[in-house]
């Protein structure tokens, strides 16, 4: 059985809590693959400013390109509309029926996947894999996971990993204020946002 993953985010930048939870699916599952997925125009981020999806995809791609367990797709950069993460697991389900899909997230997606467009599909086209992030406890991921499973008839996953308190919102203001944030990402993106002049202003 090839089991493979997508691992879906904004990534504005990637960063090291990106790589701590896809290092720990891929051994966990013994993954074949994971895909980095960097959204295109993500529907809860409509009205933020994001970065120029080119660049976001070069950050990913530099990650990628060090790690052969690791791909990159531009499925939803390309695309025109509004990227939907149900049509993004149907397209790579359609492509490959006999894989078994995962989907990889933290705890804020949990908390929010009611929201998200047929998320009912979802359940039916992955496993969820759940990790727990800064700021969410514990009895409230597996309180948010029963209730979702049983409204989705859906299977999820929960994994409780060691905490690594960073996101990409604190790394662009971190950046802004001048500060070093090289060591929250790997040096490869470090390198680029520095080549790039990114998050500056
Ligand atoms: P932003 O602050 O811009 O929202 P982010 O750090 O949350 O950025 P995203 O690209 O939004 O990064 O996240 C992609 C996925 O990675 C989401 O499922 C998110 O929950 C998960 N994730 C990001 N950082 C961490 C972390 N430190 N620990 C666990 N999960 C994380
Ligand atoms: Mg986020």
Same mark, same amino acid.
């Given at each position: 059985?090839?089991?493979?993953a997508?691992?879906? $985010?904004?990534?504005? +930048?990637?960063h090291?809590?990106?790589?701590?939870?896809?290092?720990?699916?891929?051994? @966990?599952? *013994?993954?074949?693959?994971?895909?980095?997925? +960097? %959204? $295109?125009?993500? +529907?809860?981020?409509?009205? @933020? !400013?994001?970065?120029?999806? %080119?660049?976001?995809y070069?950050?990913?791609?530099?990650?990628?390109?060090?790690?052969?367990?690791?791909?990159?797709?531009?499925?939803?950069?390309? !695309?025109?509309?509004?990227?939907?993460?149900? =049509?993004t697991? =149907?397209?790579?389900? &359609?492509?490959?029926? &006999?894989?078994?899909?995962?989907?990889?997230?933290?705890? /804020?997606?949990?908390?929010?996947?009611?929201?998200?467009?047929?998320? /009912? !599909?979802?359940? =039916?086209?992955? @496993?969820?894999?759940?990790?727990?992030?800064? $700021?969410?406890?514990?009895?409230?991921?597996?309180?948010? @996971?029963? !209730?979702?499973?049983?409204?989705?008839?859906?299977?999820?996953?929960?994994?409780?990993? +060691?905490?690594?308190?960073?996101?990409?919102?604190?790394?662009?203001?971190?950046?802004?204020?001048?500060?070093?944030?090289?060591?929250?990402?790997?040096?490869?993106?470090? *390198?680029?946002?520095? =080549?790039?002049?990114?998050?500056?202003?």
């Amino acid at each position: 059985m090839i089991k493979k993953a997508i691992f879906g $985010g904004t990534f504005d +930048p990637i960063h090291n809590g990106h790589l701590h939870i896809a290092y720990e699916a891929l051994y @966990k599952f *013994n993954l074949n693959k994971i895909i980095f997925m +960097p %959204s $295109g125009n993500p +529907p809860h981020k409509l009205g @933020k !400013k994001i970065t120029n999806a %080119s660049f976001r995809y070069e950050m990913v791609k530099a990650v990628t390109r060090e790690e052969k367990s690791f791909d990159i797709s531009s499925y939803e950069i390309n !695309k025109i509309n509004l990227s939907y993460t149900y =049509q993004t697991l =149907q397209h790579f389900n &359609d492509l490959e029926k &006999d894989t078994e899909w995962h989907f990889l997230t933290g705890a /804020d997606c949990l908390m929010d996947i009611e929201s998200w467009k047929n998320a /009912d !599909k979802i359940f =039916q086209l992955c @496993k969820m894999v759940v990790f727990n992030r800064p $700021g969410y406890n514990i009895e409230n991921i597996e309180e948010q @996971k029963s !209730k979702v499973e049983k409204k989705y008839n859906g299977e999820i996953i929960f994994l409780d990993i +060691p905490l690594l308190d960073i996101s990409s919102t604190n790394i662009r203001n971190t950046v802004r204020e001048g500060k070093n944030v090289s060591y929250l990402l790997p040096e490869s993106v470090y *390198n680029i946002i520095k =080549q790039l002049n990114l998050y500056k202003y």
